[in-house]
């Protein structure tokens, strides 16, 4: 398909996202983030808040260069923008799917341009409109492997610590594998996958490169790092899983992150940072360490709650 850009981004939508670190062609000269398109006329939804709902109606932002806050108000999504097409982050809610497509048109852009689809995990609050943004964009769902199943049975495994509190969503065909340490590319755009499983054994986080101008930010979107689960389950009982928790915490910890977005906003405190309301500044040094450390500090207390009183808390 060829890039075809929207009307109202016919003269300004211009410039790639930069290559990310380590990548095949390290070299490459970073381009300039797109110029802002003309925002459709429409009632702007009201300010979002940490503790905003799932499917409250968000207005889009930029947050970066080229990377743009489509999502609602309580669940985070991302579009990456370039000339030669875009990759579009996380799914949300069946019903927060259909207002990523209506944030991404009302940006100026064209969601058949939407050239690759990515995701935080596998649960229905982040993969239940992956369908309707398939049939909006006509992309593929990148995904690692231990994810893919579930994908396409719709519905998760007993082996979820939060099975039995997850809801059902539309099964995805279309998907793609990428490996733990893959990269997803779009013209200029390089996603890096960093497997993060433990809240979902298919759990990943993205890494890239985002320029304004001479302005380049690597931005994490660190996936879900909480030991949540049904009642009746004990992290005690199952070792594995808190063996990849602990992995997670280590590799996100690890990585190189200028501003930190996360699947759900409130989990980063993002519109403290982000959006009219902002409080703080939207990149913070150490910002992927202290999530991941947060993650840690709440397992440990998770781990000493089963040990003292036998059940979960």
Known sequence: MTFRPAPLLSACL????????????????????????AIAAAPPAAPCSDKSGWDDPATPLRVHGNTWYVGTCGI??????????????????????????????????????????????????????????????GAPVHAREPAVATLGRGAS?????????????????????????????VGGIELQAIATPGHAVGGTSWSWRSCDGDDCRTIVYGDSLTAVSADGYRFSDHPDVVARLRESFARVAALDCDLLVTPHPSASALWTRLGPDATRPLAA??????YAEAGA???EQRLASEAATGATP
Do not use: M, W
């Not at 040094?285 to 202290?290: D, K, N, P, T, V």
């Open 14 to 37: 211009l410039l790639a996202a930069c290559s990310h670190g380590g990548t095949d062609d390290p070299g490459a000269t970073p381009a300039a983030a797109p110029a802002a398109p």
């Open 76 to 137: 985070a999504a991302l579009l990456i923008t370039s000339p030669q097409g875009h990759v579009l982050i996380d799914g949300a809610t069946p019903k927060g799917g259909p207002q990523i497509i209506d944030n991404i048109r009302a940006l100026g852009f064209d969601p058949e341009d939407v050239r690759a689809i990515v995701f935080s995990h596998e649960h229905f609050d982040h993969v239940g409109g992956l369908v309707a943004l398939q049939d909006a964009t």
């Open 157 to 185: 495994y007993e082996s979820d610590p939060q099975f039995g509190e997850l809801d059902a969503f539309a099964p995805v065909a279309d998907v793609r594998l990428v490996a733990d340490a893959g990269v997803v590319r």
């Open 285 to 290: 040094e150490g910002a992927c360490r202290a």
């Open 297 to 299: 500090t709440r397992l």
